[in-house]
Nanobody, 122 residues
Framework: QVQVVESGGGLVQAGGSLRLSCVAS????????MGWFRQAPGKEREFVAR????????NYADSVKGRFAISRDNAKSTVYLQMNSLKPEDTAVYYC???????????????WGQGTQVTVSS
């Protein structure tokens, strides 16, 4: 069993920044790829970013490329999502999840956190 807990969400003005954190405990953190996803009201959950087990490979949704950066610290069992130049359309609940496959498909991710709300005002 893996426990996943996100933090760092909040209210920010357009153009601002936030840094999300996610701690995954219970099993060896470095055995998992990690992904960030988000879900806006009335919309399906969508892929945002992913990072490989070692942190050497990252991948982003086109909508956040160049503005968001994913990183991880395996010693701290933590993955981060640095979000810059935030836009109102980034408003969503952001979720962190563990993955055993290198994928952007939510169904490939097994353990999920409860999510953290990010609200970007215009």
């Amino acid at each position: 069993q893996v426990q996943v807990v996100e933090s760092g969400g909040g209210l920010v003005q357009a153009g601002g920044s936030l840094r999300l954190s996610c701690v995954a405990s219970g099993r060896t953190f470095s055995m998992y790829h990690m992904g960030w996803f988000r879900q806006a009201p009335g919309k399906e959950r969508e892929f945002v970013a992913r990072i490989s087990r070692s942190g050497g490979t990252t991948n982003y949704a086109d909508s956040v490329k160049g503005r968001f950066a994913i990183s991880r610290d395996n010693a701290k069992s933590t993955v981060y999502l640095q979000m810059n130049s935030l836009k109102p359309e980034d408003t969503a609940v952001y979720y962190c999840a563990t993955g055993t496959a290198w994928s952007t498909n939510i169904h490939e991710y097994g353990y999920w956190g409860q999510g953290t709300q990010v609200t970007v005002s215009s």
